[in-house]
């Protein structure tokens, strides 16, 4: 095959970019709509400009003809009977970066790609869709893939080959090249951009046929590979049909049970790194949604726990707990104003990849907030994690990353000017530091700092070293040369090491923050922002504030705190439904940017996020509004996306369950009808189906509504045949199984006053960690004045059926009696 002709000289070309593991799915044919006509006498432009996207729009300064993918891009390769190069990549992505600089901003490079092919441009951060079809095929033929994307496709966009980061011409001077092929010795040429170019050129011109052939072929065994999620039962009961609204329907309908999460914390300890934490090797994730299941362990009922086993448990906790003390004390921790890098190049956390992703630290702050309330329960006395949740807290809700409008930004570059002036960038050039300037800044302008206790406690506390503290083996391009990435080594010695109080080296740690963070924010230049409001981003991180927020404000833990992160949660809840959706056409799009909404639809993963965000948000809150407006997006997402059983098939429908990341049918935004995916795996963000059951279970739960329920468990159907063999890939969906064999408390608060108040129950509830379904209701006490009760009732009606009285209380059987703390744990006859 063409494909592996190359295959064997790019490989080590990839090894530059990121990589992690895939999230696989359900294929459908790949067909672009009827060609547009387009005359043969109009040159191509690049049209990059013309994009919302800050990504694309950065091409554009480049001499290449880029395109934006949509029918006139796809239907000029058809035309012209040209190969199309699809390029993938985000904003905040270093070797993104660098290939514009090394690559697309080449003159060689770029008259080869406009003369012999039709470069598309995408960034993945507006179009997950596309860029997980790619990654997909990235995955079967290389078994690894990362950002950028680069695939060669026939214009029918079926794939020819493709990989990552493959060095220019522009990469020969600085050593790129060599490091970045894996130069070792071997007799074999390696191969950069341009011959990826030449080779491919040449293959289109003397062997067309063929690649036609192996493109097709490829597309066959892609729809095998990426067939998540459609290979579980069909014909399931319908809601209302016997069995469909009890505990037992899952048991009598497939294999999975409780037990499987006991294999997948035996698969999780194997790879899990006992001296280190986390999983895995270089690059080495940050997986928030493996530790939240972790965690989630050690807060599930006690048929749970007797399953798996009770040491069991409390080691699995302490995986989690370890690693997150890992990160906090690491590299890719910005200790100076909070957030978190995106995974680290060294196994031990002390070199990061520096870009900053909002979702991500959107998920750890949820992770933190979980580990603190885990500790507030363990060890009232001396929680931990306080300081971390703040941190993310306040990065998250403060500027630049909370946009004026209210919306939160998508990410924070890698890349930028160490000083104001500079011509050319550098990674991580914002975080890191010289030991001269450490001492500079921490001493206050003394020229004999490196003298002065207090930089040296610092210094020590960072592990700042005079030359340096990256090692050269880390550092292949010299980025990173007499360069300090801060982390903190190791505290329990320090005051002994310098015979000094514990309260000394705090104190001076915490000056020297000060300092250090204020000088970097005077003459550092900060990363470049991406200040895409992307809806799935904006829903991950507004739940994560609610949720903080509550947790701080109820039991006299930090008010002040507490309602500054619900009212950002609010308002960007606000942006997102004045901004984003149209509430005549009942549709959400995905991304508001340049000062505009974009064209593009939401996918499935925006609503599941969203949704989650808006029931944190009406937790924390008591504002019925919210709930309503999740429930008419869930219902939406249903309609759009999900692969309901007994359907009339087609190429592209299962009838399996669970939800496709698109809609069936032509994309108008594309022209082309993708390959259809489902979203079951955990990567970096929680799989979209794990999101999506959680919040059935929820509303069903809220709103007595058993096709909610059905549909939960139908979603977890879907994937039974991959958990039932890996079910450790699968920690989100996992903890669904949970709540649907063991079901959970529905609490419902009667109040006339702020909700929240009503007594310590409530504080109770809002500082449990997640652990297992549970819901709280809000029913107004006092007049109805706008509608909400009578809404609630409505959509729920053994609430008509609540005391008058002020106070919270538990559905035990049907009936509402006086709610105590112990039913907020979730029991096995809970559902029943």
């Given at each position: 095959?063409?494909?592996?002709?190359?295959?064997?000289?790019s490989?080590?070309?990839s090894?530059?970019?990121?990589?992690?593991?895939?999230?696989?799915?359900?294929?459908a044919?790949i067909?672009?709509?009827?060609p547009?006509?387009?005359?043969?006498?109009v040159?191509l432009?690049?049209r990059?400009?013309?994009?919302?996207?800050?990504?694309?729009?950065?091409?554009?300064?480049?001499?290449?003809h880029?395109?934006?993918?949509?029918?006139e891009a796809?239907?000029r390769a058809k035309?012209?009977n040209?190969?199309?190069f699809?390029h993938?990549?985000?904003?905040a992505?270093?070797?993104c970066r660098?290939?514009?600089?090394?690559?697309?901003s080449?003159?060689?490079i770029?008259?080869?790609?406009n003369?012999?092919?039709?470069?598309?441009?995408?960034?993945?951060?507006?179009?997950?869709?596309?860029d997980?079809?790619?990654?997909?095929y990235?995955q079967l033929v290389?078994?690894s893939a990362?950002?950028?994307?680069?695939?060669?496709?026939?214009?029918?966009?079926?794939?020819?080959?493709?990989?990552?980061?493959?060095?220019?011409?522009g990469a020969?001077s600085?050593?790129r090249d060599?490091?970045?092929?894996?130069d070792?010795?071997d007799?074999?040429?390696?191969?950069?951009f341009?011959?990826?170019?030449?080779?491919?050129?040449q293959s289109?011109?003397?062997?067309?046929?063929?690649?036609?052939?192996?493109a097709?072929?490829?597309?066959?065994?892609?729809?095998?590979f990426?067939?998540?999620?459609?290979?579980?039962?069909?014909?399931?009961?319908?809601?209302?049909?016997?069995?469909s609204?009890?505990?037992?329907?899952?048991?009598?309908e497939?294999?999975?049970d409780?037990d499987?999460?006991?294999?997948?914390?035996?698969?999780l300890k194997?790879?899990?790194?006992?001296?280190?934490?986390?999983?895995?090797?270089?690059?080495?994730?940050?997986?928030?949604?493996?530790?939240?299941?972790l965690?989630?362990?050690?807060s599930?009922?006690?048929?749970?726990?007797?399953?798996?086993?009770?040491?069991?448990?409390?080691?699995?906790?302490?995986?989690?707990?370890?690693?997150l003390?890992?990160?906090?004390?690491?590299?890719?921790?910005?200790?100076?104003?909070?957030?978190?890098?995106?995974a680290?190049?060294t196994?031990?956390w002390t070199l990061?990849?520096?870009?900053?992703?909002i979702?991500?630290n959107?998920?750890?702050?949820s992770?933190?907030?979980?580990?603190w309330?885990?500790?507030?329960?363990?060890?009232?006395a001396?929680?931990?994690?306080l300081?971390?949740?703040?941190?993310?807290?306040?990065?998250?809700?403060?500027?630049?990353?909370?946009?004026a409008?209210?919306?939160?930004?998508?990410?924070?570059s890698?890349?930028s000017y160490?000083?104001?002036?500079d011509q050319?960038?550098?990674?991580g050039a914002?975080?890191?530091?010289?030991?001269?300037e450490?001492?500079?800044?921490v001493?206050?302008?003394?020229?004999?700092g490196?003298?002065d206790m207090?930089?040296r406690v610092?210094a020590?506390?960072w592990n700042?070293?005079?030359?340096?503290n990256?090692?050269?083996?880390n550092?292949?391009f010299d980025?990173?040369?007499?360069?300090n990435?801060?982390?903190?080594?190791?505290t329990s010695?320090?005051?002994?090491q310098?015979?000094i109080p514990?309260?000394?080296?705090d104190?001076?740690?915490?000056?020297a923050r000060?300092?250090?963070?204020?000088?970097?924010?005077?003459?550092?230049v900060?990363p470049?922002?991406?200040?895409?409001?992307?809806v799935?981003?904006?829903?991950i991180v507004?739940g994560?504030?609610?949720?903080?927020?509550a947790?701080?404000?109820?039991?006299?833990?930090?008010?002040?705190?507490?309602?500054?992160?619900?009212?950002?949660?609010?308002?960007?809840?606000s942006f997102?439904?004045?901004?984003?959706?149209d509430?005549?056409?009942?549709q959400?799009?995905?991304?508001?940017?340049?000062?505009?909404r974009?064209?593009?639809?939401a996918?499935?993963?925006?609503?599941a996020?969203l949704v989650?965000?808006l029931?944190?948000l009406?937790?924390?809150?008591?504002?019925?509004?919210?709930?309503q407006?999740?429930?008419e997006?869930?219902?939406?997402q249903?309609?759009?996306?999900y692969?309901?059983?007994?359907e009339p098939?087609?190429?592209?429908?299962?009838?399996?369950?669970?939800?496709?990341?698109?809609?069936?049918?032509?994309?108008?935004?594309s022209?082309?009808?993708?390959l259809?995916?489902k979203?079951?795996?955990?990567?970096?963000?929680?799989?979209?189906?794990a999101v999506?059951?959680s919040?059935?279970?929820?509303?069903?739960s809220?709103?007595?509504d058993?096709?909610?329920?059905?549909?939960?468990?139908e979603?977890?159907?879907?994937?039974e045949?991959?958990?039932?063999q890996?079910?450790?890939l699968?920690?989100?969906?996992?903890?669904q199984v949970?709540?649907?064999?063991?079901?959970?408390?529905?609490i419902?608060?009667?109040?006339a006053?702020?909700?929240?108040t009503?007594?310590?129950?409530?504080?109770?509830y809002?500082?449990?960690?997640?652990?297992?379904l549970?819901?709280?209701?809000y029913?107004?006490?006092g007049?109805d004045?706008?509608g909400s009760?009578?809404?609630?009732?409505?959509?729920?009606?053994?609430l008509?059926?609540l005391?008058a009285e002020?106070?919270?209380?538990v559905?035990k059987?049907?009936?509402?009696?006086?709610?105590?703390r112990?039913?907020l744990?979730?029991?096995?006859?809970?559902?029943?």
């Amino acid at each position: 095959m063409m494909a592996a002709q190359l295959q064997q000289a790019s490989e080590a070309a990839s090894s530059g970019s990121s990589s992690e593991a895939t999230s696989l799915g359900a294929a459908a044919t790949i067909a672009p709509a009827p060609p547009a006509p387009v005359a043969e006498t109009v040159p191509l432009r690049n049209r990059a400009g013309d994009s919302n996207s800050p990504y694309v729009r950065a091409q554009a300064d480049t001499p290449v003809h880029w395109q934006l993918f949509d029918k006139e891009a796809i239907a000029r390769a058809k035309q012209d009977n040209k190969p199309i190069f699809l390029h993938i990549g985000f904003l905040a992505c270093h070797y993104c970066r660098l290939t514009t600089q090394d690559s697309f901003s080449n003159p060689t490079i770029a008259s080869i790609l406009n003369e012999s092919f039709i470069p598309i441009v995408v960034d993945r951060e507006e179009r997950p869709d596309i860029d997980a079809v790619y990654w997909n095929y990235l995955q079967l033929v290389n078994s690894s893939a990362g950002w950028p994307i680069n695939v060669f496709l026939t214009p029918d966009l079926e794939p020819v080959f493709g990989g990552s980061y493959w060095p220019g011409p522009g990469a020969e001077s600085s050593g790129r090249d060599e490091q970045a092929n894996g130069d070792d010795g071997d007799e074999d040429e390696p191969i950069g951009f341009l011959g990826v170019l030449e080779k491919l050129r040449q293959s289109w011109t003397e062997r067309e046929a063929q690649c036609w052939t192996e493109a097709q072929e490829t597309v066959v065994q892609l729809r095998k590979f990426a067939a998540e999620g459609t290979l579980g039962p069909r014909g399931l009961l319908k809601p209302g049909e016997a069995k469909s609204a009890t505990a037992t329907y899952l048991s009598d309908e497939l294999d999975l049970d409780v037990d499987q999460l006991d294999d997948a914390y035996t698969q999780l300890k194997k790879t899990f790194d006992p001296v280190n934490g986390g999983f895995g090797v270089v690059p080495k994730f940050v997986t928030p949604a493996k530790y939240s299941f972790l965690l989630q362990l050690g807060s599930f009922p006690s048929v749970v726990q007797d399953i798996v086993g009770e040491a069991e448990v409390s080691s699995i906790v302490q995986m989690a707990l370890y690693t997150l003390r890992k990160l906090r004390n690491s590299a890719l921790h910005d200790h100076l104003a909070g957030g978190f890098g995106r995974a680290s190049h060294t196994i031990n956390w002390t070199l990061p990849h520096f870009e900053k992703l909002i979702p991500d630290n959107g998920l750890l702050l949820s992770l933190y907030l979980d580990a603190w309330l885990y500790s507030l329960r363990a060890t009232p006395a001396q929680p931990e994690f306080l300081d971390v949740v703040y941190a993310l807290a306040d990065y998250l809700s403060s500027a630049p990353v909370r946009l004026a409008g209210g919306g939160f930004a998508s990410s924070e570059s890698a890349d930028s000017y160490y000083r104001k002036g500079d011509q050319h960038m550098r990674e991580g050039a914002y975080y890191v530091w010289t030991r001269r300037e450490f001492d500079t800044v921490v001493s206050g302008g003394s020229a004999n700092g490196h003298n002065d206790m207090d930089v040296r406690v610092a210094a020590a506390y960072w592990n700042v070293l005079q030359d340096g503290n990256v090692d050269r083996d880390n550092d292949p391009f010299d980025e990173f040369i007499n360069q300090n990435a801060l982390y903190i080594k190791d505290t329990s010695e320090l005051a002994r090491q310098f015979n000094i109080p514990q309260e000394n080296v705090d104190r001076v740690t915490a000056e020297a923050r000060k300092k250090l963070a204020a000088h970097r924010e005077k003459e550092r230049v900060r990363p470049q922002l991406d200040d895409k409001v992307v809806v799935a981003g904006n829903g991950i991180v507004i739940g994560a504030l609610a949720r903080t927020g509550a947790a701080l404000k109820v039991g006299g833990q930090d008010a002040a705190a507490g309602s500054k992160y619900i009212d950002a949660a609010r308002e960007a809840a606000s942006f997102v439904l004045t901004s984003l959706w149209d509430a005549k056409e009942k549709q959400l799009y995905r991304v508001f940017v340049n000062g505009k909404r974009g064209d593009v639809l939401a996918l499935a993963e925006d609503y599941a996020y969203l949704v989650e965000g808006l029931l944190e948000l009406y937790e924390a809150t008591g504002e019925t509004s919210w709930l309503q407006w999740a429930d008419e997006l869930q219902k939406q997402q249903i309609a759009q996306f999900y692969d309901s059983p007994g359907e009339p098939s087609a190429p592209s429908h299962s009838s399996s369950g669970g939800f496709y990341r698109t809609r069936q049918g032509t994309d108008a935004a594309s022209g082309a009808d993708l390959l259809r995916l489902k979203d079951g795996m955990d990567t970096t963000l929680p799989a979209t189906n794990a999101v999506a059951a959680s919040n059935l279970f929820r509303l069903g739960s809220l709103l007595a509504d058993v096709t909610y329920t059905h549909l939960a468990r139908e979603t977890i159907h879907a994937f039974e045949v991959e958990m039932l063999q890996h079910s450790w890939l699968f920690p989100g969906l996992l903890a669904q199984v949970v709540s649907a064999r063991l079901g959970g408390p529905q609490i419902a608060v009667v109040d006339a006053a702020e909700p929240t108040t009503v007594d310590n129950l409530v504080a109770a509830y809002l500082q449990k960690p997640r652990g297992g379904l549970r819901s709280l209701v809000y029913v107004g006490g006092g007049e109805d004045r706008d509608g909400s009760k009578a809404w609630l009732v409505s959509r729920n009606p053994t609430l008509s059926s609540l005391p008058a009285e002020v106070g919270a209380y538990v559905l035990k059987g049907g009936a509402w009696e006086k709610a105590t703390r112990a039913d907020l744990e979730v029991n096995a006859d809970a559902s029943a």
